[in-house]
């Protein structure tokens, strides 16, 4: 399995923790969407805001392209409107932020099981 994060250092999504091929991060989500067109993960932790293309569009776009891999939102983020849209949109899993690390674990550990 190979994952990309937005916003993250590489050390707090460290691939080996789950076991993961290499981990990769972007600064925007552009430079997010050129990587997953290139690299192909398996799983992006994707933020619903960040500079440049924020979460929808990402998803909007990722969809496009035809790349499927399994994101999970992580946001701080109440709309509830814009939530249910990126599960719409693709979204294996919304956590909230600040991020509880064993929540993600076990969201991790669900997509690399299914």
């Given at each position: 399995?190979?994952?990309?994060?937005?916003?993250?250092s590489?050390?707090?999504?460290?691939g080996?923790?789950?076991?993961?091929?290499?981990?990769?991060?972007?600064?925007?989500?552009?430079?997010?969407?050129?990587?997953?067109?290139?690299?192909?993960?398996?799983?992006?932790?994707?933020?619903?805001?960040?500079?440049?293309?924020?979460?929808?569009?990402?998803?909007?776009?990722?969809?496009?392209?035809?790349?499927?891999?399994?994101?999970?939102m992580?946001?701080?983020?109440?709309?509830?409107?814009?939530?249910?849209?990126?599960?719409?949109?693709?979204?294996?899993?919304?956590?909230?932020?600040?991020?509880?690390?064993?929540?993600?674990e076990?969201?991790?550990?669900?997509?690399?099981?299914?």
């Open positions: 399995m190979r994952a990309i994060g937005n916003g993250f590489e050390e707090a999504v460290d080996s923790r789950f076991r993961t091929g290499p981990v990769r991060t972007a600064g925007d989500g552009e430079e997010a969407l050129r990587i997953v067109k290139s690299d192909h993960p398996d799983l992006v932790l994707l933020d619903v805001y960040m500079p440049i293309a924020k979460g929808v569009k990402f998803l909007n776009k990722l969809q496009e392209s035809g790349v499927s891999p399994a994101v999970i992580l946001t701080a983020c109440q709309d509830e409107h814009l939530l249910k849209t990126t599960l719409d949109l693709g979204a294996f899993e919304v956590l909230p932020k600040p991020v509880d690390l064993k929540q993600l076990l969201a991790v550990a669900a997509k690399l099981h299914a």
